[in-house]
T-cell receptor, first 114, second 115 residues
Framework: KQEVTQIPAALSVPEGENLVLNCSFTDSAIYNLQWFRQDPGKGLTSLLLIQSSQREQTSGRLNASLDKSSGRSTLYIAASQPGDSATYLCAVRRGGDYGQNFVFGPGTRLSVLP | NAGVTQTPKFQVLKTGQSMTLQCAQDMNHNSMYWYRQDPGMGLRLIYYSASEGTTDKGEVPNGYNVSRLNKREFSLRLESAAPSQTSVYFC??????????????FGDGTRLSIL
């Protein structure tokens, strides 16, 4: 059974710092991995999608990497801002599953202090 | 762009009552999903519909039923609500694509409390 973990569970940093969020999964047979942002009381906003054949994806100050063999992905946020404060979730799309289902991690709650 | 729309946004029920959560998407997606989100447990899949006319159980289907009314709409029904079903419910959709390479798009959620 695919399990997804995220470390740390919570993180507080001063504005301007570069930071790394970690996502680990137990089964490397995935189609892709998606990073989401969730603001309090809101739904999930897709940030980056990395296909299994890719090593990384970039969008603005965000960079996500994928190492399938080791079951790891990282989300790098450059020059953090208070507006980046949110919970960040990763989700892997399972291979060999016709239902095309995602398995989610529990999230990392990020606070960027002004 | 509306994307994925869920109604209602909030609901309080008494144990034993029934209700239906509504979800509609305007992106012409084939696949739709219902998740619940509980503190410390992440999102768990309740039911999904890979395409119009099909539905399948996810990880936690007990106590729920679904209907894929048409390509746009996918509803979730609680027949006899229980306090354990207090949660935030999210609907999502995606286009299947080749090698399942399409992202999921989420609604804003329904916050449901069962007393």
């Amino acid at each position: 059974k695919q399990e997804v973990t995220q470390i740390p569970a919570a993180l507080s940093v001063p504005e301007g710092e570069n930071l790394v969020l970690n996502c680990s999964f137990t089964d490397s047979a995935i189609y892709n991995l998606q990073w989401f942002r969730q603001d309090p009381g809101k739904g999930l906003t897709s940030l980056l999608l990395i296909q299994s054949s890719q090593r990384e994806q970039t969008s603005g100050r965000l960079n996500a990497s994928l190492d399938k063999s080791s079951g790891r992905s990282t989300l790098y946020i450059a020059a953090s801002q208070p507006g980046d404060s949110a919970t960040y979730l990763c989700a892997v799309r399972r291979g060999g599953d016709y239902g095309q289902n995602f398995v989610f991690g529990p999230g990392t709650r990020l606070s960027v202090l002004p | 762009n509306a994307g994925v729309t869920q109604t209602p946004k909030f609901q309080v029920l008494k144990t034993g009552q029934s209700m239906t959560l509504q979800c509609a998407q305007d992106m012409n997606h084939n696949s739709m999903y219902w998740y619940r989100q509980d503190p410390g447990m992440g999102l768990r899949l309740i039911y999904y519909s890979a395409s119009e006319g099909t539905t399948d159980k996810g990880e936690v289907p007990n106590g729920y039923n679904v209907s894929r009314l048409n390509k746009r709409e996918f509803s979730l029904r609680l027949e006899s609500a229980a306090p354990s079903q207090t949660s935030v419910y999210f609907c999502a959709s995606s286009a299947p694509g080749l090698r399942f390479d399409q992202p999921q798009h989420f609604g804003d959620g329904t916050r449901l409390s069962i007393l």
